[in-house]
């Protein structure tokens, strides 16, 4: 970014660097808005947002869930590139109000230029770069059409999990099942992003952004669609079928120097911690215990003021679908306190540990498909990862193949 500022500004003194931070955060509004598109978008279906991350190559609004009817995952999806229309649309059209003629001349004979693939007149090319080079209104509108464009353009690639991924996905799952649709997503997008990073490498000089951008692409769609064949594994259970039943847990006043001895009996990475009157107030992890300890915090202290309430999303309800709880986890909280009704302990769902049974419960089938006459478009298919007849022990999964 200072690079850029400095590049840019070169020649124009402290306007010019002015002029380039205008730029930037230019861009980055635009970004902003874009995200906002499938924000807004989203919440029409109910659906809330996690955040928008601003990252160097752009943003990434996270969603607590994407829609799971095609034409609403098609709207949330074109959301954010039609702000990016609205935006190019408003600025063409107060251009084409408030400029002169000759630059409107000029405007159109580069428009031209580009679609016929013709070069420029010199009086284009003079009137244009006296627009564009120089800190202007004119200029710094023209910037933000091309960067909005260019968003627009490059979004609705179908290279899954961008917008336009998303796009094709949901057309896809008009007609084939949500994962088989996901999947063949997933590897148009892994040969976009292969595409992209063939040609970044093989210029002159070699485009490393384009490159960055080709393994975000590939990584994040290998990654959700990987999330996805897990969440449809799960598909149709509740939490009580996933748990790990459990009575352990910490009462809120346990002073530091007695709540280690808790873990000796109860090898959990996380220990829920309960009020006077048995509700569950928090996770307690293992991790915490150890940092209090190594930072000398007083020995007295008691667990309630050592839960991780920054990451603490609230239990899971037993009856509750294991989706929803699924995706309450995050990467600090990978235990959940199980709760009845009225807010006791019943277990703990222990995330990583289901997951890693779902799994190989999936690869299990797939295995058996390759083996047996088992349709594929049956396997995509969730439902065969259903049980038939649950067990009355919630910790087991063996379930996941009984579909013979």
Known sequence: MIAYIALSASGDGMVGVLYSVAQLLGVYFCVTLHEYGHVLAARRFGIGAVDITLLPIGGVARLKSMPRIPWQELVV????????????????????????????YAFKGALTSAISGQGMDEQTVQTMEAVLMRPSFT????????????????????????DGGRVFRSLLAMFLSYRRATWIASRVGLLCAAAMAFFALNSTPVLWIPVLIAVFIGYAGVAEAKQVDTMESVRGLTVRQAMVPTSASIPMDTPLNQIFRVWQSHPMQALPVVSDHGVVVGMLHLRDVKLAITTKRDRLTPASELVDRKNYLGPARIDEPLETAIQRGTRQTRQIPVVDPDGYLMGVLDLDSMLMRAELATDDLLRRENESSIEPDDLINAKLLKPRNLPDHPNDFSHFDQTN
């Open 139 to 162: 200029g710094y509108a023209m910037m933000l059409v091309g960067v909005n464009s260019m968003l627009v353009l490059f979004n609705m690639l179908p290279a899954f999990p961008m």
């Open 77 to 104: 999806a074109v959301a954010g590139p039609a702000v990016n229309v609205v935006i190019v649309t408003l600025l063409l059209g107060g251009f084409i109000t408030f400029s002169n003629e000759a630059l409107l």
